[in-house]
């Protein structure tokens, strides 16, 4: 019965432990992957990406996404997360990659009520730019 408890114990420690490392990507599909908890499909390609989440327990992360979305995807996108289009020109977030543009003529897209987020559209090439921050 000791042994059998120390096994139980064991099983529980290595559950505990289980996802409590921090997760770092700068590969497009892999970043989608993390975020979207799916590869990418037909109906959307990831260009750019970089990842970080936390080690925590709850869901920390930060990431930075450049997709090439059909219209659909990106019409069901906007809908799902409730964005609305905004005039505001927000200053890039302080660690953003390089290709993660702010220039001016995109179609900046906000979540209301507004979580921080940012969603930019480039008109000219269709991109789509996601910065999500949860901490």
């Given at each position: 019965?000791?042994?059998?408890f120390g096994f139980l ?127």
């Open positions: 019965m000791k042994h059998y114990l064991a099983i529980l420690f290595l559950f505990t432990l289980t996802g409590c490392w921090e997760k770092n990507s700068t590969s497009a599909d892999d970043t989608f992957m993390l975020w979207a908890g799916q590869k990418p499909d037909k109906n959307v390609r990831a260009i750019h990406g970089k990842y970080w989440q936390s080690a925590h327990l709850s869901r920390e992360y930060v990431v930075y996404l450049e997709l090439a979305p059909t219209v659909e995807w990106k019409l069901g996108f906007i809908k799902q997360n409730n964005l609305h289009i905004t005039r505001d020109t927000p200053a890039p977030p302080k660690d953003a990659p390089s290709w993660f543009i702010n220039k001016k003529g995109l179609n900046i897209w906000r979540a209301q009520p507004d979580n921080g987020n940012l969603y930019e559209e480039d008109p000219q090439t269709g991109h789509f730019f996601i910065f999500e921050e949860q901490l």
